[in-house]
């Protein structure tokens, strides 16, 4: 989660429309933080990013062994990734359907996360109130979120309630109602939270950079909508967006807690089997990033917010661990951090400032934010623009690699100690194509980095005139740029 995302909040009527009045927007200090208003993900945190995690027994788990993930095939042919934990009786389930926000038609940004608000609005037989009021009697918890290249789905039950438990979440996927009184209300709460972040100068600040280094190119538009969009949404949208994306082709599972791999592969061909076999997406353009841009959103506040951005590398990319590395040492890192120590610690500059690594599917970014008075934010970005020259230049020391190194691997245990974290860690796994060991390998990539690597990677990405920067509030000493 970051500045420009909604978090997922309790169950109810009143905490929901509570979040998406945009009241619970969540900050995450990491390395693969969402772009501009992506919500990604209460869905999946990424296997290198924001710590998100598993079983309670798992950390002892990954130190002493290999942790046992099976993939089971269903007997209709769909696939999961499942941990086996019996000694809880829950059950989480995590899964996505490639596309997100991108897939939302041009003329009506914001479908997908519409979709995300209705699909526990009613479902088969069972209008709103009834659909949440039997997800409270059986304890189950379902949500859905959208990212710019993903649909993510999360799900949690008793394991002595999960056949019925999951029988809604058939429903929700395969016969979502879309009833016009509940499609007003949630267009209600959606304006709410718009015009909320309209006065966010981080969510202006965030939006303002998506638009200017994405021009013309789906991750560009704002994945929350528009007031205009929102306004257009129809249930003939929302049913488009379901029967285009939601297919069995196009989907990702990650299972998690007192469940066989049996009981699994029946489950998902009862929740999953209805969908169609074959998703029907757009085809979303490679994206071209702006350079040396600097944008300004005028607005009556005492702070302002910068978000700063370069091209970054693709998950993929032979060189991404070491980018990722490198990026923990320059802003990731929290207070190790040389952005923090040089623009807070040693000059009291800003309270906070970080970047983070970002691959999507048709482009990836390096990017962060810093906030401060309106008066100290130009001598903030000319601090930040230093480091990442002097980063470029010189790369870090040694000391700084190993320390950064050992940070690393040392705290990746902690993403494996609940059952939604290990789920969550597993889908983004899946979803980057990484393999189902990566858990085993991962801390291996990073001890194999080496400080002249880091080096060269840095010469590679960092170029601080190629730096995009939007801002939002009333900075002193800051010219924007056509």
């Excluded at 230093?386 to 190993?402: F, N, V, Y």
Aim: glycine share 8%.
């Amino acid at each position: 989660m970051s500045v420009f995302d909604r978090i997922g909040g309790p169950r109810g009527r009143f905490w929901r429309s509570f979040r998406r009045a945009g009241i619970a927007v969540g900050l995450a200090l990491a390395v693969n933080v969402p772009l501009a208003a992506q919500a990604a993900q209460p869905g999946a945190g990424k296997p290198d990013g924001a710590p998100t995690g598993a079983v309670t027994s798992a950390l002892p788990q990954l130190e002493k062994k290999k942790m046992d993930i099976q993939e089971v095939t269903s007997p209709g042919g769909i696939k999961a990734w499942l941990v086996e934990e019996h000694s809880v009786p829950l059950v989480a389930i995590r899964f996505a359907f490639h596309g997100g926000s991108a897939q939302d038609p041009a003329d009506k940004a914001g479908v997908a996360n519409f979709m995300t608000a209705m699909l526990d609005e009613g479902a088969g037989d069972l209008k709103a109130d009834a659909f949440q009021e039997r997800m409270e009697d059986l304890a189950t918890r379902m949500s859905f979120s959208e990212g710019r290249d993903t649909f993510y789905g999360s799900f949690q039950s008793l394991s002595e309630n999960l056949n019925e438990s999951a029988d809604l979440l058939r429903l929700a996927l395969t016969k979502p109602r879309f009833d016009d009184d509940a499609i007003e209300r949630i267009r209600k709460q959606l304006l709410a939270g718009l015009a909320f972040a309209a006065k966010n100068p981080n969510r202006v600040a965030g939006r303002l950079w998506a638009e200017t280094a994405f021009q013309g190119h789906p991750y560009g538009r704002p994945s929350n909508g528009t007031p205009e969009t929102i306004a257009a949404v129809t249930a003939d949208d929302l049913r488009a967006y379901a029967r285009d994306v939601f297919a069995r082709d196009n989907l990702e599972v990650a299972v998690v807690g007192d469940i066989t791999a049996a009981h699994l592969g029946r489950l998902l061909d009862e929740v999953f089997g209805a969908l169609p076999q074959k998703a029907k997406l757009a085809a979303v353009p490679e994206a071209s990033l702006a350079a040396g841009k600097v944008k300004v959103a005028k607005m009556p506040v005492p702070q302002s917010v910068a978000v700063f951005g370069l091209p970054g590398l693709k998950r993929h990319d032979p060189d991404f661990v070491t980018a990722y590395v490198m990026n923990h040492i320059l802003g990731g890192g929290g207070f190790s951090s040389k952005l923090m120590e040089e623009v807070r610690e040693k000059r009291g500059l800003a309270y906070s400032v970080y970047s983070y690594l970002q691959p999507f599917d048709h482009a990836a970014i390096l990017a962060g934010q810093v906030a401060t008075k309106n008066d100290a934010l130009a001598k903030s970005l000319e601090v930040i623009r230093s480091e990442i020259r002097q980063m470029a230049e010189k790369g870090p020391t040694q000391q700084e690699l190993d320390d950064a190194k050992s940070y690393l691997t040392g705290s990746y245990p902690l993403r494996f100690d609940t059952n939604s974290k290990i789920a969550s860690q597993l889908l983004a796994i899946q979803l980057e194509d990484l393999g189902i060991d990566y858990v085993n390998r991962r801390n291996a990539q990073i001890e194999a980095v080496t400080l002249d690597d880091v080096k060269r990677v840095a010469k590679r990405l960092l170029d601080p005139n190629r730096l995009i920067v939007a801002i939002a509030g009333k900075p002193e000493g800051v010219e924007a740029t056509n």
